[in-house]
């Protein structure tokens, strides 16, 4: 996965709290990531109870607000944490998803198979962008004609890009 970036990219200028004072911008990121932790059983296998990540962030949050770091593991002690390589986890996501539409993101990655090899593509993001948009127009075009095979396929198009595109650009597992 190519996660480089240089620092002429726009994500080393994005900030997402400038409307936040500056004395509760620590905080705000230590519950944020407290609250992945806690909530996502795959981000607690990581980053849970027993590893120095949520042992320095609970011990912050204790300090920034004045209780006992027992206190705070206590309320942030994640719900589970399941290795999210184990099989049972990979079947229990799975079932959220619809088998059919995975099938039909296959059948339109195989109908495009002239078109290169899908796994050594390697598209820039204003690429992934320009694709997502063609097929994002198309999708609308077939949404208002009512034309359901296409609107299939234009789906699974786009969830095949965005796949691409998390593949490419996207955060490694767990982040």
């Not at 911008?25 to 932790?37: E, F, G, S």
């Not at 690429?127 to 789906?155: P, Q, S, V, Y």
């Not at 691409?164 to 955060?171: L, Q």
Request: charged share 30%.
């Amino acid at each position: 996965m190519n996660t480089t970036t240089t620092e002429t990219d726009p994500i080393w200028d994005d900030t997402q709290m400038d409307e936040i004072p500056n004395d509760q911008k620590k905080t705000r990121a230590i519950l944020h990531a407290l609250t992945r932790i806690k909530e996502d059983p795959r981000v607690a296998w990581y980053c849970g109870v027993g590893t120095q990540g949520w042992a320095l962030l609970t011990e912050a949050l204790a300090a920034e607000q004045g209780k006992s770091v027992r206190e705070i593991r206590k309320a942030w002690n994640p719900k589970h944490a399941d290795n999210p390589e184990n099989p049972k986890v990979i079947r229990e996501t799975a079932a959220f998803a619809s088998p059919e539409f995975f099938r039909r993101m296959d059948k339109e990655l195989q109908s495009n198979a002239s078109k290169g090899d899908w796994k050594a593509w390697n598209p820039d993001r204003m690429t992934c962008m320009d694709e997502l948009h063609h097929h994002l127009r198309k999708l609308g075009r077939a949404i208002r004609l009512n034309d359901k095979e296409r609107i299939a396929e234009f789906c699974a198009d786009i969830a095949n890009v965005a796949m691409k595109t998390a593949e490419v650009h996207g955060a490694e597992d767990g982040e």
